[in-house]
Structure formats: C-alpha cells, structure tokens
C-alpha cells in the first residue's frame, strides 16, 4: 500500500509522544506533552479520514482536537491553580520514573507481540494502529498504577483514553458520529466532575495546611508564654 | 566498500579537505551557538569569532601545572586531541565513500570517544581537587548510563542499513528518498537527546556557568591552563561538530554528493552548512527553553533514550 509508510511513521510519533508523557513528573509538563500527544492523535484521526474517505472522521478529529488539546488543559490548569506544588508534583512515586520507561517499552513489545497472532487480513489502518492503541491502554494503565500523586494519576486515564479513541477507531474506521459524540461529551463530564473534586481536595488541603500552621503558631505562643 | 575508488589520489585530497573542514569549521560552530544562546537570552553576545580568539589567547599564555600532578594530567589533553583528531580524519562530509582506502566503524568511534573520557576523567583525578573529583564522579554517572543507550541507538540503525561501517550507512541513508522504517525515527530521537548528553548542553551539563555546584565537565577540566586548556577546548568543540554530523548524516542526509565531480561535492557542501548550522540554532534555541535537571533526575533522561532504542529494536523486528 501506499500509506504504509506513512502509517507506521505516525505510529511511531505517537508512541515517542506517549513516552515523553510518562516521563513528565509535574502537573504543567504533563499537560503540554498530554497536549502534544492529542495533536499527533488528531493527525493521525485526519489521516483515517482521508484513507477511509469518511466525512464523520474529520469531525471527530476536530472534536478531539478542541476538547482534549485546548478545553481540557485549560481546565485542569485553571482549577488547580491554587494547589500548592507538593500536591503536583511526584516526588515519590510507587513505581520510580525509569522502571515505567523500561515497563512501558515491554508492554509496546508484548501488545506488538499479542496483536501479531490476530489476522486483520489486508487491512493497513488496523494492522498499525491496533497494537499502538493496546499499547497506549497498557501503559495508561502502568502509569496510573506507578503514581502516587491523586492529581498526576489523571495522566493515566487520558493516556487511556487516547488509546481507545485509537483503538475503536483502527478497528471500525469511524464508528457512527452520534456515538462519537457521546464519548466526547462522557470525557468532558467527567473532566469537569474530577476537576470539581480537584478542586475540593485543593481546598481541603489548604485547609489542613492553615490548621497545621495555626496550630504550630499556637504552641510557639504557648512557649513564649 | 568501494576500495577501488580510494584508489586515486583525489579521494586522499578530499579526505583530506573534510579535515580541514572539521578542525576549522568546529570553533566557528561553537561561536555561532554561543551567540544564538545570547541572542535568546536578549544580549547581544560576542562575536561568532571569539572561540578563535579565544585559543589563540590560550595558546600564547604561560602554563601554571601543579605540582602535585604526575604525567597523566600533563599527556592527557594530547591523547584526548590526538584520538579526536582520528575520529575527524573518517567522518564523511563531502562524500559517503572512505577516503583513505579504510572503512570506519561506528565502535570504532565510540572507543575512541571513550578513550578521551576515560584520560579526561583521570586527568580531573589526578590533581586530586575537589572540584575535580565532584566532576569525574558525575562524569562517570551519565557517561556509563549514556554508553549503553547509545549503543542501543546506533544499533537499531546499523541493523537497518546493515551495517555497522559509517560509510555504509550514510550511503544507504543517502539513497533512500525518505526514511525506510519508523525505528530510524526512534533512533533519531534517541541520538538527538544522547547529541545533547554528549555535547554538555542544557539539561545534562552548563560549560557556560561557573557555579561549581551544577558544572559537570568545566570542573574537570578546571585546573588546566594555557596550551593544555586550548588543546582541550578545541577537541571539545570537535567533538561537538563530529556528533551534529553524524547526526544530519545518519538522519537527514539528503543532498550529500554521490560522487567525485567537484560541482556536487560544493552543492553539497553548501547543503551540509545549511545543515549544520540549522541543527546549532535548534539545539541552542531548545537549551534556552529547558532549565538544568537535578543531577538524580539525568538517568530519566537517558532512559528515556534507552526506551527509544528499545522500540526501536521492536519496531524492527515485527
């Protein structure tokens, strides 16, 4: 085929994408690779469309390109602003930076491996995004396992996320809009229900900071009495 | 390959005029960089030229050894020159045919790079200061987690050209009209970020503080003066300059002459210092955007690298 090529260029963009997004320890640096990885995404989205010639997948790719590469960010930067850095940034995580690096490259290696034994017949789009997709889903998950952070565990679930949009979209070439649509507006719902919470817990946390440092000023006060 | 074109005198001419392009041309790049990093950083910076003025100065001034320091810290800057300048008698840049009747291979090049670590480290220990040692010791951190990643990386791209000679794999490069497989992109991205390791750029070391806290390679070689330290300021810069072409030949060569007419070979090298100093205004502008990483946090990025080679080794073989 002639976009073969092409194809398998792409799906090798997006996994370095998606491996400079695991290596991101704090919030705002995850957000601007997150942001990277949705436009190679929408590249690729544009590419499908223009294989398979399918109007429906071009407003998808507009979609995904609005909501996960401007409104979602701008979101999550927005409501945690007032968080104080310690809740951002991973300084501790279960599973250390480099050992997800190495993980992530064997779960590419076994999706690769798995998606060998299926038979896709002639069909370019699946054979290469299909394992990029499984992969994707793997190390979303490998990375929200790996953190500790509540607020750098959302880095796992929209890795994952991405991975199904890829996943539905290699194997069907577009599903219906309407449904489309629907997933769409499921992720900015429950984008704006986790940012709520967000938002409570830095509110929370703020609060149990103020306690701690009245606390500690009561007993200097105490001393000095 | 092709031993019997090295055959003729010009091929030893040409080999020949490359060197003299890369011993000249490497301070020259330095100097442009230098300036693109001040020009970022909204200075006006010195002039493209100061790198040569500046080891001439060198050159001219009295030498301060201590006396503490046996023969390795006086040899060492000329065993770390004289295998540089090796490595810059086979690096094609006018042509991908070997010049001197020798193929050069890709481990070939990694030893001798190694080898002027492995004399600058025990020069930085020699003289047994403390600055010395802290250098040596982080010296000796990055470069034995750098060498694996890079070996993964050159790998991955012999085994696509199949092989590990340099001129092979620049000619192969050179006549692909794209890139051939998506493992070359992962190769790239691992070689740009080991070019930036190598080279002591931003994120991994800063040559232009003098904070002794955060310099890696400055620090080793802090007790040299005079010739030594032009010796060894100008194997730096040849050693930057031998990286970036590596990197455009190995990943952008397109426009690299195929044969011996002497038009093409001007072309491209006119193509190869657009090139070249095309990828020196990238790199400076990328260090003007990134801040030094805390020392622990380097072995990320090399690992990062390492997981570049790694797919890219999938990539391969699927």
């Known amino acids: ?225 | 390959m092709s031993t019997e074109i090295s055959a003729y005198p010009s091929s030893v001419l040409v080999g020949f005029i490359q060197f003299l392009i890369i011993i000249v041309l490497a301070p020259l790049l330095t100097g442009i960089m230098r300036r693109i990093k001040a020009i970022t950083q909204k200075r006006i910076g010195s002039s493209i030229f100061q790198t040569y003025f500046d080891l001439l100065k060198l050159i001219r001034k009295d030498e301060v050894i201590s006396e503490e320091s046996s023969w390795i810290f006086r040899y060492s800057p000329w065993i770390i020159f004289s295998a540089t300048l090796v490595v810059a008698f086979f690096i094609p840049i006018l042509i991908p045919y070997p010049p001197f009747g020798l193929g050069f291979d890709i481990i070939l090049l990694l030893g001798l790079f190694g080898l002027c670590r492995f004399f600058l480290m025990l020069a930085g220990l020699d003289v047994s200061s403390a600055f010395g040692g802290i250098g040596v010791s982080r010296e000796m951190m990055t470069s034995s987690l750098l060498e694996p990643a890079l070996f993964l990386v050159l790998f991955t791209l012999a085994v696509t050209y199949g092989s590990t000679n340099i001129y092979t794999i620049v000619s192969h490069a050179a006549e692909g009209s794209m890139m051939i497989s998506a493992s070359i992109l992962f190769s790239l991205f691992g070689f740009f970020i080991i070019v930036m390791a190598e080279t002591g750029k931003l994120p991994f070391d800063n040559p232009a503080t003098h904070l002794e806290l955060t310099m890696v390679h400055e620090a080793m070689v802090l007790e040299y003066s005079g010739k030594r330290l032009a010796v060894i300021e100008l194997s730096q810069s040849i050693k930057q300059l031998v990286l970036m072409i590596l990197f455009i030949n190995f990943f952008i060569p397109w426009g690299l002459s195929t044969n011996f007419s002497p038009a093409t070979m001007i072309g491209g090298l006119g193509i190869f210092l657009t090139k070249i100093i095309t990828l020196g205004v990238l790199i400076s502008y990328i260090e003007s955007k990134v801040a030094k990483w805390r020392l622990f946090r380097i072995p990320d990025l090399i690992f990062l690298c390492m997981a570049s080679g790694l797919m890219g080794m999938i990539f391969l073989y699927i």
């Open chain 1, 1 to 225: 085929m002639v976009y073969n090529n092409l194809l398998i260029f792409l799906s090798g963009t997006l996994l370095i994408s998606t491996i400079v997004l695991v290596i991101k320890r704090e919030f705002s640096g995850w957000i601007q690779a997150y942001r990277y990885q949705t436009i190679v995404l929408t590249i690729i989205t544009v590419v499908i469309g223009y294989i398979t010639n399918n109007w429906e997948i071009y407003v998808a790719a507009t979609i995904t390109f609005s909501l996960k590469a401007l409104i979602v960010p701008r979101l999550l930067i927005k409501v945690t602003e007032n968080i104080s850095y310690d809740f951002k940034n991973e300084t501790k995580p279960y599973l250390s930076i480099r050992t997800l690096l190495v993980g992530s490259a064997i779960l590419v290696a076994l999706s690769y491996f798995s998606t060998q034994q299926i038979r896709l017949g002639d069909d370019v789009i699946a054979m290469s995004f299909l394992p990029v997709s499984i992969s994707l889903l793997l190390i979303g998950l490998l990375v929200m396992v790996g953190r500790k952070v509540t607020l750098n565990q959302i880095v796992g679930l929209l890795i994952l996320e991405n991975g199904l949009f890829l996943f539905v979209l290699s194997l069907t070439h577009g599903i219906s809009l309407i449904i489309e649509i629907g997933i769409f507006i499921d992720i900015l719902v429950g984008i704006v229900i986790s940012s709520i919470l967000i938002h409570r817990i830095g509110y929370t946390f703020d609060d149990i900071n103020d306690v701690n440092q009245s606390h500690e000023n009561l007993e200097y006060t105490e001393e000095l009495d």
